[in-house]
């Protein structure tokens, strides 16, 4: 198929914090040394930050390198953390408050800001745009262009393609974005990055990455009980019922908002746990609730999380570009954040990118990342809690928890052995048969809420008459393998009711239904169904949600 193309020096796949850090600092190098680049970043959301989904409690060490000045240009960092409160949940009734001489150090939150992840990344686009850098949203990367064993850039999805895969009324083919290097920062189990760490053999040698699910929710409270700047977290109850890791957060914002949520390690057994109801069943903990109660909830989200930590990195350098931020799994876990991480994997590899095109450079690998990334204070960070992750799945919150203080509170590093966890969490689950069944309470529409209720006002569209971007290898596995085994896991892991079981029109049996237009591009499906039958792909530029203040 003949498409257009257009050319530029470096190509940026993601508006995330990695992405536009890369984009505003390699364009901070080329004026600085009078040198003219052209950047282009693409993203897949109908704006910059519809798709950004994050708790947020923000650490400003990369923002402070990138933009020194960045309270003179406005960055929306308003609410600096005051106070941190964090509860041993025991049950559904009764919580203990750590004293905070037992928390890990680097739980403490003096010094950052809670803040709406989507909200800086629409700053950080003004930015890079005031730099000369050329910003693409609705403009889905479908494809990578690899000619010679090089990537040579992305071709964007086709636009007006019919679900029988004919050309629709005002059909557009894609276009061949082409560079010199491009970038992957797609966030948390990237479509492309998937393949090109396949491709490239980029995690030979290292831990399975490791994921979470998290469900976010965005509250107007009650005036009286609003504390700008307080940050709550939470780890037992409920997940502990089923033998499963994870926690939650409450954070105060500005405007007499709160944010909520719940994160559920992936690494989960029972297949009758559904992180969504684990979280409606939170939000009726006293500790939760004095919160919430007589609030109105806003907007809902939820996004899969990249937690393998340093154990479970891939290379991030392959012919043509560089995979960064949680494309690559820069998030961590010990301080449950990933935007400073991000935002400094991209600075590193803008800086990286720069002086291989000064050096005339056009498609080799960039092997001077690595050492630019093992000479920064991201590598130190990461590697310095690579603990943290395994001992968590290998011996719960508590216990993992109590190595994580030793480190980082007794010893102020990391002990002399390393733990792994070779263990996918796809792989962990058990047969339902073996696992105890899980009931759920109704939701009360005050507190708790159904899942297309919440779709609702996550403002997710597509539209419908489009390809599935849920691709199945084996349409018939869900209903032959899965169903007798799991009872279909994907019913109660998908956080947004995109697959049914349900009866066929003729009686004769099950269906596997997706309802893809429901799809908020968390990725959960991806990486949990215990087959990995499910492979997502990126539907038309524009589609899924559009995330307001999140």
């Not at 746990?273 to 009726?284: A, D, M, T, V, Y």
């Not at 960039?366 to 000479?375: A, G, V």
């Not at 049914?500 to 990725?523: L, Y």
């Amino acid at each position: 198929m003949e498409r257009e193309s257009m050319e530029f020096d470096v190509l940026i796949v993601g508006g995330g914090p990695a992405g536009l850090s890369a984009a505003c600092r390699v364009m901070q190098l080329a004026q600085e040394a009078g040198e003219e680049l052209t950047v282009c970043v693409v993203e897949k959301g109908s704006e910059i930050g519809a798709h950004i989904l994050a708790g947020t409690v923000f650490e400003p060490t990369a923002l402070n390198e990138l933009f020194p000045d960045w309270k003179e240009k406005g960055a929306p960092l308003n609410t600096p953390v005051t106070r941190d409160d964090i509860f041993l949940l025991k049950n559904q009734e009764s919580a203990t408050k750590i004293p905070n001489a037992f928390v890990p150090k680097n739980m403490h939150n003096h010094g950052n800001y809670i803040i709406s992840l989507g909200n800086l990344c629409r700053w950080l686009a003004e930015q890079a745009e005031q730099l000369g850098v050329e910003v693409y949203p609705g403009f889905a990367a479908s494809e990578t262009i690899v000619e010679d064993g090089q990537v040579k850039g992305i071709i964007t999805g086709d636009m007006g393609v019919a679900r029988d895969g004919s050309e629709k009324d005002g059909y557009m083919p894609g276009m061949e974005l082409r560079a010199k290097y491009t970038l992957f920062t797609e966030g948390c189990r990237g479509h492309l990055g998937k393949r090109l760490i396949n491709d490239f053999n980029l995690d030979e040698g290292k831990d399975p990455q490791h994921y979470g699910i998290g469900i976010k929710e965005l509250w107007d409270i009650d005036p009286a009980k609003h504390e700008p700047g307080l940050v709550v977290h939470t780890t037992g109850w409920p997940l502990k019922e089923t033998g499963s890791t994870g926690g939650s957060f409450l954070y105060h914002l500005e405007n007499g908002q709160v944010y909520v949520g719940l994160i559920t390690d992936l690494s989960y057994s029972n297949p009758h746990l559904s992180p969504f109801e684990e979280f409606q069943r939170l939000k009726h903990h006293p500790e939760i609730k004095k919160h919430l109660e007589g609030g109105k909830r806003v907007s809902y989200g939820a996004r899969a999380i990249t937690k393998g930590g340093y154990n479970a990195l891939p290379k991030m350098s392959f012919p043509g570009g560089l995979l960064l931020g949680c494309d690559a799994g820069t998030l961590n876990g010990s301080k449950i954040k990933g935007s400073h991480t991000a935002m400094k994997s991209g600075m590193l590899g803008a800086e990286a990118v720069f002086e291989a095109l000064k050096d005339g450079k056009s498609g080799e690998e960039i092997s001077s990342f690595q050492k630019k990334f093992e000479d920064s204070w991201l590598f130190k960070e990461l590697y310095a809690e690579r603990n943290f992750g395994p001992a968590m799945h290998k011996f719960g919150n508590v216990v993992g928890g109590a190595i994580a203080f030793f480190e980082q509170n007794i010893l102020r590093g990391s002990l002399p052995i390393t733990f792994h966890d070779t263990t996918p969490d796809y792989a962990t689950m058990k047969p339902a048969a073996e696992c105890k069944k899980v009931t759920y309470p109704k939701p009360d529409n005050t507190l708790t809420f159904d899942r297309l209720s919440s779709v609702f006002i996550s403002n997710t569209n597509h539209e419908e008459d489009q390809p599935v971007h849920l691709k199945l290898t084996d349409p018939e596995l869900p209903i032959r393998d899965n169903l007798p085994k799991y009872d279909e896991p994907a019913q109660r892991y998908c956080p947004a009711g995109v697959y049914e079981v349900v009866e066929k029109d003729d009686g004769s049996g099950k269906r596997f239904q997706i309802n893809a237009q429901n799809c908020v591009h968390c990725k959960t499906c991806d990486i949990k169904d215990p087959a990995q039958n499910i492979n997502w792909v990126t539907p038309e530029g524009g589609g899924g949600p559009n995330y307001p203040n999140m």
